[in-house]
């Protein structure tokens, strides 16, 4: 059974700090690595994908990925009041398959 | 580029009966998976359409069902509805190579009670 894991939170940092989103996954030959924010009552929009080991910027938004540790986390940048939302990190099985897992996420709260 | 769309956005249903929800993809975008959200399951995977065959399957009973067209719209059924039915179904479309870095991107989901 492939597991993602993330801490259910909430998170919550003050506006304009630094939020560390965490990811562990159970399966070495997952490939494909995606962040999605969802707002309450909202469905989840894709806030960044990665696929090799290292750091991929976007904005305020950077994922880091570590295939070895099977860890890959989110940092948000300067956070504002409207990054609060669940964080939910996903994982797509590995070649020949098009199986994506999700974690149950993590509530990040950013106080004003 | 349009988005994913789905039909209905909200459903009121009593239990035994049945519901049908339609998602259309991103243009272009062959595969269709379903999703069950509830706030105490999280996003459990219920099925993956590509060109119109069922692809992969989750761990739902048999009253859950799906189907899609060959312009790739895809449908799901939920026959005697029950009570723990009520959440959002989420639908997303990606291209389905699995040879590629695909991503998902989801609809805006179906809300759906069960009274």
């Known amino acids: 059974q492939k597991e993602v894991e993330q801490n259910s939170g909430p998170l919550s940092v003050p506006e304009g700090a630094i939020a560390s989103l965490n990811c562990t996954y159970s399966d070495r030959v997952s490939q494909s690595f995606f962040w999605y924010r969802q707002y309450s009552g909202k469905s989840p929009e894709l806030i960044m994908s990665i696929y090799s080991n290292g750091d991929k910027e976007d904005g305020r938004f950077t994922a880091q990925l570590n295939k070895a540790s099977q860890y890959v986390s989110l940092l948000i940048r300067d956070s504002q009041p409207s990054d609060s939302a669940t964080y939910l990190c996903?994982?797509?099985?590995?070649?020949?398959?098009?199986?994506?897992?999700f974690g149950s996420g993590t509530k990040l709260n950013v106080k004003p | 580029k349009a988005g994913v769309t789905q039909t209905p956005r909200y459903l009121i249903k009593t239990r035994g009966q049945q519901v049908t929800l339609s998602c259309s993809p991103i243009s272009g975008h062959r595969s269709v998976s379903w999703y069950q959200q509830t706030p105490g399951q999280g996003l459990q995977f219920l099925f993956e359409?590509?060109?119109?065959?069922?692809?992969n399957k989750g761990n739902f009973p048999g009253r859950f069902s799906g189907r899609q067209f060959s312009n790739s719209r895809s449908e799901m059924n939920v026959s005697t509805l029950e009570l723990g039915d009520s959440a959002l179904y989420l639908c997303?479309?990606?291209?389905?190579?699995?040879?590629?870095?695909?991503?998902?991107?989801f609809g805006p989901g179906t809300r759906l009670t069960v009274l």
């Open positions: 996903a994982v797509r099985e590995g070649y020949g398959f098009n199986k994506f897992y």
């Open positions: 997303a479309s990606s291209w389905g190579d699995i040879l590629s870095t695909d991503t998902q991107y």
């Open positions: 359409y590509f060109s119109e065959t069922q692809r």
